[in-house]
């Protein structure tokens, strides 16, 4: 703990960074990036035991070039003030919002997604102009391995410093005087981190998670609902914060739709057993986790979409037809590859089911109708909102991202992340020229008219 706090205070000692310096910083890790793919990839796949090499090019290495990508685009008018009106009695003064760095920024990051979780909110605050402390998930240490030597061979020490360590090195992370802290994991954690960073009053950013459900509106084609259903639920193996965690459908349509659902994933996952794109859980604590969700389901509820694997850490992909809501499983974020389908009659039942639980970090409804659109869109409270798809909100680089509730606080992404990391400062400009002193004592009978008339 002393060695961090000396080195919080080694960093609080330097400036914060020129625009050319953020500029140049974000321009260098690109270029590292591209140049270190597989061994970005090679790392997280060792770290899954198997981690589909496609599913790491899209979600680990496009999204994080793309966040910096999108940083750089847009930096030079993000850091430029922005001039307003003043109070029209205060003519012929000036206000601004003039862009601040806050200091020292850390980033705490998990497993689920070990690199772009610490490159998307590290771009926003690099962007921002802040030095950075970075503790990557000590679960997955040889990547946290390769981010800490990246990051210190591209920025150098003293601008990123990474700290890798295991929970106890987390829990005195979160409790360092930092500028402000961006934690994503699970909501639980997310409490113990809030109540650490309480005590020095740091702003925290929490993206956490919860049970995004899917609604899937009377009418709409259930082929085309499954398809995006399968890529988003079992992407990663279910082991993503905004994967879909259960579906309401009507009882009448639930039968057409566990039959699409079964295509769908045989399609996208032939020979499952010899697929390469399909990824293990991450370690055996988790492998048991999921084993112990399914412990007291009657097993004729338990559909498997394929035959059960042999192999180790790689877990049979099923649904769930209406689980008792009581369970754990339908008390619990799944974070996995299990599927609960819920009976439910109408949207009216829709809506208070979702509206009696926590707040999601997002929520999927395919629907071509306006009117149902629009009532889910209005009368429900979610994270974000994902209309006829699912995942691909997040790679939205200019759309925020962050949760409500139980699903966190905060966001970040494109021009929110560089806002959630820079003090918004206003700035009072007053003119030589002023009729100020008529609001100042000693007040006389004209000045009393004036104010009253004011």
């Known amino acids: 703990m002393m060695h961090l706090n000396q080195t919080l205070e080694h960093m609080k000692s330097l400036p914060p960074l020129t625009l050319a310096e953020r500029k140049a910083g974000l321009k260098r890790l690109a270029q590292d990036i591209k140049t270190n793919q597989q061994a970005i990839a ?12 496609h599913e790491t090019r899209l979600a680990e290495i496009m999204l994080s070039l793309d966040e910096i990508h999108h940083n750089l685009k847009h930096l030079r008018r993000w850091t430029q003030p922005v001039v307003q009106h003043s109070n029209w009695k205060f003519y012929p003064s000036k206000c601004a919002i003039v862009p601040q760095p806050l200091g020292v920024v850390g980033i705490m990051a998990p497993w689920n997604y070990p690199f772009n979780l610490v490159m998307a909110p590290l771009a926003a605050a690099i962007a921002a102009g802040n030095r950075v402390m970075v503790k990557p998930s000590e679960i997955t240490t040889q990547t946290a391995e390769l981010i800490k030597d990246m990051l210190h061979r591209v920025f150098g020490a003293d601008v990123v410093h990474v ?99 079964k295509t769908q994933f045989e399609q996208a996952y032939p020979d499952w057993n010899n697929n390469p794109d399909y990824t ?24 498997h979409l394929t035959a059960d694997s ?74 974000s909102l994902a209309i006829n798809d699912t995942l691909v909100q997040f790679a939205q680089e200019g759309l925020a991202f962050g949760g409500v509730g139980a699903s966190g606080m905060g966001s970040y992404h494109g021009h929110e992340g560089f806002k959630a990391m820079s003090h918004m400062k206003p700035v009072y400009y007053q003119s030589r020229l002023n009729f100020n002193g008529l ?8 000045k009393d ?4 008339w004011l």
């Open 42 to 53: 090679d790392a997280i796949n060792a770290d899954f035991s198997h981690r589909s090499q």
């Open 163 to 261: 700290v890798t360590g295991d929970v106890e090195v987390a829990a005195a992370f979160s409790q360092l005087p930092l500028d402000h802290i961006l934690f994503t994991g699970s909501t639980q954690v997310g409490k113990i981190i809030m109540r650490n960073a309480a005590e020095h009053l740091t702003p925290v950013t929490l993206e956490l998670g919860g049970k995004s459900p899917v609604v899937i509106d009377a009418g709409y084609d259930l082929n085309r609902a499954a398809r995006s259903i399968v890529s988003g639920k079992w992407f990663n193996a279910g082991q993503t914060c905004i994967a879909p965690d259960y579906i309401l459908i009507d009882p009448k349509r639930k039968t057409a739709l566990l039959a699409a659902i």
């Open 280 to 303: 293990h859980i991450v370690n055996d604590q988790h492998h048991n986790r999921l084993a112990s969700l399914l412990q007291d389901i009657p097993s004729e509820q338990v559909i």
């Open 310 to 383: 042999e192999q180790d850490r790689r877990f049979t992909p099923c649904l769930v037809n209406d689980p008792d809501l009581d369970s754990p499983l339908m008390q619990n974020e799944i974070f996995g590859p299990i599927m609960p389908i819920i009976s439910s009659p109408n949207l009216e039942a829709d809506l208070a089911f979702i509206n009696q639980r926590a707040r999601p970090l997002t929520l999927y409804l395919f629907s071509n109708r306006s009117s149902t659109i629009e009532r889910i869109k209005t009368q429900t409270t979610s994270g």
């Open 439 to 446: 609001a100042r004592a000693p007040f006389t009978r004209l």
């Open 449 to 452: 008219k004036i104010i009253n």
